[in-house]
């Protein structure tokens, strides 16, 4: 049983509340922000284990959360895992070069979501089959 | 009859006058007009309109002045030294070119201005009194110093105003417009002001003594008048027509970009709700808050479905986006088709099954690899199998086959056979054009966008190969598609034709990356390939060296072959460039990997005369091929 907590970043209170029922009935904890300065009080306030972020958002976007995250040597190590409507081709690269763990274009599959997740957390895989389609995610 | 040393009165002919000033406002018109479309154009069209639109404009300045010295009647005949002539032209047109250049910047200061307008006012004067050089007649010429100054501070203070008013204006979108032309009016009663100043500078004292040099000169008839009014008339008629058929094809080019761009930002927008929607069906599905009855399952399931095919339609109107603005993104490799079409077959296992069809593939386990992306092949034939399942009833049956192409065994060819209701003859072109959707789906269903043949014909044409469709109404349609095979000979082939220097060999170099530390994730591995590819890639010379793509599949990411043809010393620069380079990367330190570059050369082998290059590429490629193999070799033992 993990009790993980897990930073839910995205402007869009539906998919918050969509992620969280979905990451609590995985045993998850989850916190939220819906915009990028929100998040990073809420990373420093709570430490959470994993983030998931979202690229457009209010008050500093994506890749300005993830700029922030870096340079900040405790927040740092939380892996982050990037959800987000924007173009795959165009965005991926740059997300992955940001630090991003992922990058999940939306709408995104719930096996691969957890399975990415369960990764990034260094837990063991109870899905391998889409674990090995990973490169593709 | 005239006396000697009389002073002669000059006369007007008004109508001429009038004539001159017509064209000066036509010019302005048109060199307003230009200022905007050189400002527009970028690159060689920018120089192409900044020529022709100095060359137009100065030839309207000149024209007018020189119908306005033809205005000027003087009681003896007039002829004109045409070298000099033709210089005062010249003078037009630099005087032109520097206005049209100052105006067409996306900034001008005052200081600017007045420069350009010093330049361009000058240019003018320079032009007139070499003009009025030209002049040939027994008669002196002296000058009112007074007027002169005059008119020359009128040139450049009417240039200021005239570079002022075209910058102001050059935005204007629209062919013409009332401040438009009231610009072109201003600039266009300026410039005869500041000509007829000057005309009004020279006084002629008949001296029949002076003649000037006469063997170039010639007299000017009314005949002439009328070819240099219509020459202008035309010539600045022509570049008016060609800028209003510029502005207008621009135009277009902007609507498209702003539609494509709209449709990118919708498609983007439409993804967010479509994903909550997504998220909540599958939270029902998975039974999370609770089970759902079986009936309240399927219904939940429909939902799931068609945000699937919601999905798969912003996809496709986005790829169409990112054809039209060129952004499409192919990176071809040498793959196993066969094995692209197996995954691709997998996924429609359920699909299949749940319409009872029957897939038959015949796919030769020795066919040789493909040089394409296997991810847009995979895009084609996902495209191609829904079509195809989409209009195979109930029960019937698909034929996948691949094979070299019969017409062209540089090529590979799949087909794709279906049992459905066929294709029209006169349609089978037209089902590959964008938007393109068959009238009556008939039992199909839903009709779709209409982008997935269109997309595919984009991929596979792209990739070098080219897509078609032959059909029997009412018994089933078979689609074709080619793809270019690997072949290390034409990919080599171009630094083989190329000019050799003596002493110069087939060089192959080999780059291996390794992770002390393994790889963090099968991501990470490609991510960091692919910096590296890129890094290898600015360290070749164009001509010289070609960087071969992945030269065996499966594990070995990290392995770099680059072919060159160069000598033993070449090969040691390139290699220490190569090192430099991986080195300074820092993102490739972070990650912890290290690299060994090494190189070999091919035992010498020269073309002689007779060998086609074709066949010398092929022996050069197979010894190629069989070098890298060692290497691989060698690599797997080490391991």
């Known amino acids: ?137 | 009859m005239t006396s000697p040393d009389m002073v002669l009165v000059g006369s007007y002919n008004y109508l001429l006058v009038a004539l001159s000033v017509l064209i000066a406002i036509l010019a302005s018109y048109a060199a307003l007009d230009l200022a905007g479309r050189v400002t527009s154009a970028q690159g060689k069209a920018r120089l192409l309109w900044l020529n022709g639109g100095a060359m137009a404009m100065g030839f309207g300045i000149w024209s007018m002045h020189y119908i306005g010295m033809l205005a000027f009647r003087l009681p003896i005949p007039v002829q004109y030294d045409w070298p000099t002539v033709l210089l005062s032209l010249v003078a037009a047109i630099v005087a032109s070119g520097i206005a049209l250049f100052v105006v067409s910047r996306h900034k001008m200061g005052v200081i600017r201005a007045v420069l350009g307008s010093v330049f361009m006012g000058n240019g003018i004067a320079i032009m007139h009194y070499t003009g009025m050089a030209a002049m040939r007649l027994a008669a002196m010429c002296s000058y009112s110093a007074t007027l002169v100054t005059l008119s020359v501070i009128l040139a450049i203070v009417i240039s200021f105003v005239a570079l002022w008013l075209t910058f102001y204006s050059r935005e204007e979108t629209t062919a013409w417009s009332w401040r438009k032309i009231c610009c072109a009016l201003v600039m266009g009663a300026a410039i005869p002001v500041m000509h007829y100043t000057g005309m009004a500078a020279a006084s002629f004292t008949s001296s029949p003594s002076v003649h000037g040099n006469r063997s170039h000169a010639i007299s000017v008839s009314s005949l002439s008048v009328a070819g240099v009014t219509v020459v202008t008339l035309t010539v600045l008629g022509i570049v008016l027509l060609t800028s209003l058929a510029d502005r207008w094809f621009s135009l277009q080019a902007l609507e498209l970009q702003l539609k494509d761009e709209f449709l990118s930002h919708v498609s983007h927008e439409l993804r967010s709700p479509l994903s909550a929607i997504y998220q909540f069906a599958s939270i029902l599905v998975d039974g999370i808050p609770g089970e759902l009855r079986p009936e309240q399952s399927e219904y939940v399931r429909i939902i799931l479905r068609n945000v699937r095919q919601l999905e798969s339609m912003i996809a496709d109107l986005l790829e169409v986006t990112r054809i039209r603005v060129g952004k499409l993104n192919i990176e071809p490799q040498r793959v196993s088709l066969s094995d692209a079409i197996t995954d691709t077959l997998n996924m429609f296992e359920g699909s299949l099954a749940a319409k009872e069809i029957a897939l038959f593939a015949s796919i030769p386990g020795d066919l040789p690899l493909a040089y394409v992306d296997p991810s847009r092949v995979r895009q084609v034939l996902i495209n191609l199998l829904s079509n195809a399942i989409k209009f195979t009833a109930k029960g019937g049956k698909i034929k996948l086959q691949t094979r070299i192409f019969e017409k062209d065994p540089s090529l590979l060819v799949v087909e794709i056979a279906d049992t459905g209701r066929g294709i029209r003859p006169e349609v089978s072109n037209l089902i590959f054009e964008r938007l393109y959707q068959v009238t009556d789906p008939g039992e199909a269903g839903r009709k779709g966008l209409g982008l997935g043949l269109y997309i595919s014909k984009e991929l596979v044409t792209r990739q070098g190969g080219s897509i078609w469709v032959t059909s029997e109404p009412q018994k089933g349609s078979s689609f074709f598609f080619t793809v270019p095979l690997f072949s290390l000979a034409s990919l080599i082939s171009p630094i083989l034709t190329n000019e050799v220097k003596p002493g110069d060999a087939i060089a192959v170099m080999l780059v291996e990356m390794d992770s002390q530390d393994g790889w963090p994730s099968p991501d990470a591995r490609i991510e960091m390939s692919n910096v590296a590819r890129t890094l290898l890639q600015l360290c070749l010379l164009p001509d010289l060296d070609v960087a071969l793509p992945k030269m065996n599949s499966g594990d070995a990411q990290e392995l770099f072959f680059v072919v060159a043809r160069t000598n033993k010393h070449g090969a040691e620069v390139m290699s220490r460039r190569v090192r430099e380079q991986f080195r300074r990367c820092e993102r490739l330190q972070i990650a912890g990997l290290t690299f060994t570059v090494s190189y070999s050369f091919l035992s010498p082998m020269s073309r002689s005369v007779s060998e086609p290059m074709g066949e010398f590429a092929g022996h050069v490629a197979a010894e190629v091929q069989e070098h890298i193999n060692t290497m691989i070799e060698a690599r797997r033992v080490l391991t």
């Not at chain 1, 930073?7 to 539906?14: G, S, W």
């Open chain 1, 1 to 137: 049983m993990s009790n993980k907590t897990i930073l839910i970043v995205d402007d869009d209170p539906d998919v918050r509340l969509g992620l969280q029922v979905r990451l609590k009935a995985n045993h998850y904890n989850t916190i939220f922000a819906s915009d990028g300065m929100a998040s990073i009080a809420e990373a420093r306030k709570h430490m959470p284990d994993l983030i998931i972020l979202d690229l457009g958002l209010p008050a500093g976007d994506g890749f300005s959360v993830m700029e922030r995250l870096k340079a900040n040597d405790s927040l740092a190590l939380i892996p982050v895992i990037v959800v987000s409507a924007r173009d795959r081709s165009a965005n991926r690269e740059r997300a992955l070069k940001a630090g991003a763990k992922a990058f999940l274009q939306k709408p995104v599959d719930n096996a691969k979501l957890l399975a990415v997740i369960r990764k990034a957390l260094g837990e063991k895989d109870l899905a391998p089959h889409v674990v090995h389609d990973l490169g593709e995610v």
